[in-house]
């Protein structure tokens, strides 16, 4: 059926750098576009980045309020999706989840706060 699971989340200062992973299981991987969203509390779902099967240039996407400071990337050798996060704000605060909408799976999510 396929799963997702994040990690990689923590507690980081604002201008500090995190990676998230996303380890994928049960099913290929490498046929499908994946995306990673975020919700912090008390507002909606939000699309942060999504990145095409073949991960090349021209082939991701980027919320305007990420670009320049996130990069999404894929391993599908690995079956491994992940997002480093630099330049960190306190507006990144939320919960990150991976996701493959294809396939509508979804990880547990990991929890990423950007505080002094």
């Known amino acids: 059926q396929g799963q997702l699971v994040e990690s990689g989340g923590g507690l980081v200062q604002p201008g500090g750098s995190l990676r998230l992973s996303c380890a994928a299981s049960g099913f290929d991987f490498s046929m499908y576009i994946m995306t990673w969203f975020r919700q912090a509390p008390g507002k909606d779902r939000e699309l942060v980045a999504e990145i095409n099967f073949n991960g090349g240039g021209g082939n991701t996407y980027y919320v305007d309020s990420v670009k320049g400071r996130f990069t999404i990337s894929r391993d599908n050798a690995k079956n491994m999706l992940y997002l480093q996060m630099n330049s960190l704000k306190p507006e990144d605060t939320a919960v990150y989840y991976c996701?493959?909408?294809?396939?509508?799976?979804w990880g547990q999510g990991t929890q990423v706060t950007v505080s002094s």
């Open positions: 996701n493959c909408r294809s396939r509508n799976i």
